[in-house]
């Protein structure tokens, strides 16, 4: 086992539940639905930066379940990987729960940024819904996440359009079901929210993993192994056979001006030719 690439996963999830669900626990009255969407993204986004380049940053595992399925790393990592964000996920929410538990009058039993359906979602959503909407935007977070992505690690600018997927994300999964779209966010706040958060969990755990492993599969056919880094380019650019410019080819170079091998005639071999003789051009 790595174990700077397990404890990266272990923070990166801690600190992804502590600092996100803590937005939506401790200031949602404060910043609002669009508040927590961008605490989710910037935070990831953050993440992305400090971590990927140890261990990729899944901190999810329908991201790494993805990153399974593409071959990018083995089944064993996954499961070292998967261990360490539900207990990262576990222990985030503990630390966010003692300091809840800190300030008067905050409610969170039964809430506490946990995911849920039906009267635990703001608009009713009903269960299937619920399930298709997780599945719907997982899909999302991990299809970007592959593409942006050819290894494992994170490098350059690959976190951005990750952490703006995320925030996107939240945008629209917030009112139907709170956004999960990760197990281990969902777990750790269900466990201390208790009641119906747990009896709900079953669904935030499938739904983001069958997201995921469809995003894999939708990933193999428009980013096959082995395929040209940008395919559109090469796509856009006519191939043109190659000889003589003609208007039906224009881009073609035109063949040099006609060396003349020299013989006896004109100064013998390597010559000069009479209309180079000088400078002046003249013989």
Not at 70 to 97: D, K, N
Not at 232 to 248: D, E, I, R, S, V
């Amino acid at each position: 086992m790595e174990t700077r690439t397990v404890a990266a996963e272990f923070l990166g999830t801690l600190l992804l539940v502590f600092f996100a669900v803590g937005s939506a626990v401790l200031a949602a009255d404060y910043i609002g639905v669009l508040g927590i969407a961008l605490a989710f993204g910037f935070v990831l986004l953050a993440l992305c930066y400090a971590l990927g380049p140890v261990s990729g940053c899944h901190v999810n595992p329908a991201v790494t379940l993805g990153m399974l399925m593409e071959g990018r790393i083995a089944l064993r990592t996954a499961i070292e990987y998967w261990v360490a964000q539900l207990l990262g996920g576990i222990v985030g929410a503990a630390l966010l729960f003692l300091l809840a538990k800190q300030v008067p009058g905050l409610r969170t039993e039964g809430a506490f940024g946990s995911n849920g359906w039906g009267k635990r979602s703001a608009v009713h959503l009903n269960t299937g819904g619920a399930f298709l909407a997780e599945v719907v935007l997982t899909f999302l977070l991990v299809f970007v996440v592959l593409a942006v992505t050819h290894k494992i690690a994170l490098v350059g600018f690959d976190g951005l359009p990750i952490g703006l997927a995320l925030a996107v994300i939240h945008l629209v999964g917030i009112p139907l079901t709170g956004t999960s779209v990760n197990p281990a966010r969902s777990l750790g706040p269900a466990l201390f929210a208790g009641g119906g958060a747990l009896s709900q969990l079953w669904l935030f755990i499938v739904a983001p993993l069958i997201g995921g492993a469809l995003a894999a599969c939708a990933h193999r056919v428009t980013h096959p192994p082995f395929s040209p880094a940008n395919l559109a380019n090469g796509l856009a650019l006519p191939q043109y056979p190659k000889g003589p410019t003609t208007a039906a080819h224009p881009t073609e170079e035109r063949p040099g001006p006609r060396e003349d091998r020299g013989d006896g005639d004109e100064g013998g071999e390597g010559g000069e030719r009479p209309d180079q003789a000088g400078p002046s051009g003249l013989a």
